[in-house]
């Protein structure tokens, strides 16, 4: 009786201990199966807002992957998150969807080489989001200029809506034309830039915010671009972080409205460097090599005053030979905080008031608080009055006694000063040796009664 007991439990125990053991294993095979029917490598999840997602990350509810071919264009009519892979010549990647919907591409070692149109073509969505593989270069190029027409675009990344561009990869763009361009907002939160192009670098028609990542442009017209053709109060940029180093022929960084700078390194290099009615500088390191304005407040909006305030952070400004002010401002000046070093022939040029209210400023190597204004063709001065104009030809910061003859060269309206009557009230005509032509075109002493 004890024997059949004992035996009795011996069997009940290998049988719980089997079933432990399977329902062991089916659980694990059961979460791998899952694991593997929901997981596609370097795709994010549809749902995902334009938060910056690793790509090498496991997602479920992945969508399509497709690879690349010569001629063979992409049309993406739902709202989801594509993985683009391969290389390819004369394709688009075309995106049009409801107003709602959001896109997402994924870029992994993508190439693609265009004659005459887009890369990648947004017609219709909410928004759009293309984004870089970790650890993968990725190339889009268009070698031509654009074709005509309203339908085809004039940019390798082309959008008619939002555009957002982020990832952790590296994105290399070369254009005849304009490289990224959105004809609503564009917003870069992440990432490596790296482009080269003939007209504008970043351009989109109302809003450019950057948060984040590293941007090299490293030839354009201009580097990164907001303006609206068809409303004065819209095309402003905001910079809140990142590393950008931009060449421009002519702007750096030109706003309609207003440029906002929080923080951020930032290299400039251009004919102006930051362009916008309003320039605000909270913080960041900003170093500017300009051949015209370093920083110009003009009068780009009717909605706004021109106006450059800083605030904060570091502002080093080395301007070219010439008529050049390190800021110019066609409003008003204020100097809050933060530092500003600028070597050039002028510091300051405004229109309107300048305050100094704290901060450091640095003129030509030397510590001042004094804004001094530019008004003189290119004398600096700390003149009081009323703005004028002494003659040009001929100075180095004195009147040397003689005209050149070209009075269109010599005086600007009603501004200048001319030289005071001696004892008596007297003019001495020595004091005028410039030549004027007689009737026969001859030379002759300048006359006075």
């Known amino acids: 009786m004890d024997m059949n007991r004992k035996m009795t439990g011996a069997i009940i125990a290998v049988m719980i201990s089997g079933v432990l053991t399977a329902c062991a294993s089916g659980s694990d095979l059961g979460r791998l199966t899952t694991q593997s029917e929901t997981t596609v490598e370097g795709t994010i999840n549809a749902a995902s807002s334009d938060a910056a997602v690793k790509t090498d990350t496991i997602y479920k509810d992945t969508d399509k992957e497709y690879t690349l071919n010569d001629g063979e264009d992409i049309s993406i009519d739902e709202e989801g998150t594509y993985l683009i892979s391969g290389q390819a010549k004369n394709m688009t990647v075309y995106i049009d969807v409801g107003d709602e919907d959001e896109v997402t591409l994924v870029l992994s070692d ?57 990832g952790d990869g590296t994105l290399v763009i070369s254009s005849a034309d304009n490289a990224v361009k959105s004809n609503d907002d564009l917003k870069i939160k992440s990432g490596t ?39 004065d109060t819209k095309g402003s940029i905001l910079i809140t972080g990142g590393i950008i180093k931009i060449t421009a022929e002519d702007d750096a960084i030109h706003a309609t409205t207003t440029v906002q700078i929080d923080d951020g390194t930032l290299t400039l290099t251009g004919a102006e460097c930051i362009e916008a009615t309003q320039i605000t500088v909270n913080g960041g390191d900003i170093n500017i090599t300009a051949s015209d304005d370093g920083i110009n407040a003009a009068q780009k909006s009717s909605s706004l005053t021109p106006e450059f305030t800083l605030n904060g952070g570091n502002v080093v400004i080395r301007m070219g030979q010439g008529d050049t002010d390190g800021v110019d401002s066609n409003g008003n000046i204020y100097i809050n905080g933060g530092t500003i070093d600028i070597e050039g022939q002028s510091a300051f040029d405004y229109d309107g008031t300048a305050e100094y209210n704290g ?91």
Do not use: W
Not at 121 to 145: C, D, P, W
Not at 201 to 230: K, P, Q
């Open 110 to 166: 993508a190439d693609i080489t265009n004659d005459d149109v887009p890369c990648i073509y947004v017609k219709n969505a909410k928004k759009v989001i293309v984004e870089t593989k970790n650890g993968t270069e990725n190339t889009l190029k268009v070698t031509e200029e654009f074709k005509e027409g309203d339908d085809n675009g004039d940019a390798v990344i082309y959008s008619k809506d939002d555009l957002v561009l982020s």
């Open 193 to 231: 830039y790296i482009i080269d192009c003939e007209k504008n670098a970043l351009r989109a028609n109302d809003d450019i915010e950057i948060e984040d990542g590293t941007i090299t442009v490293n030839s354009c017209n201009d580097g990164i671009h907001a303006e609206n053709d068809d409303d």
């Open 359 to 449: 901060g450091t400023m640095i003129v030509n190597g030397e510590e001042t608080d004094t804004i001094t204004n530019q008004f003189m063709g290119g004398f600096p001065g700390e003149f009081k009055g009323d703005p004028g104009s002494m003659p040009r030809g001929g100075f180095d910061g004195e009147f040397n006694g003689e005209f050149d003859g070209n009075f269109d060269n010599g005086f600007e309206g009603e501004r200048g000063e001319m030289p005071h009557p001696g004892p008596g009230g007297d003019m001495n005509p020595e004091d005028f040796k410039g030549k004027a032509p007689d009737e026969s075109g001859e030379k002759r002493s300048a006359e006075l009664p």
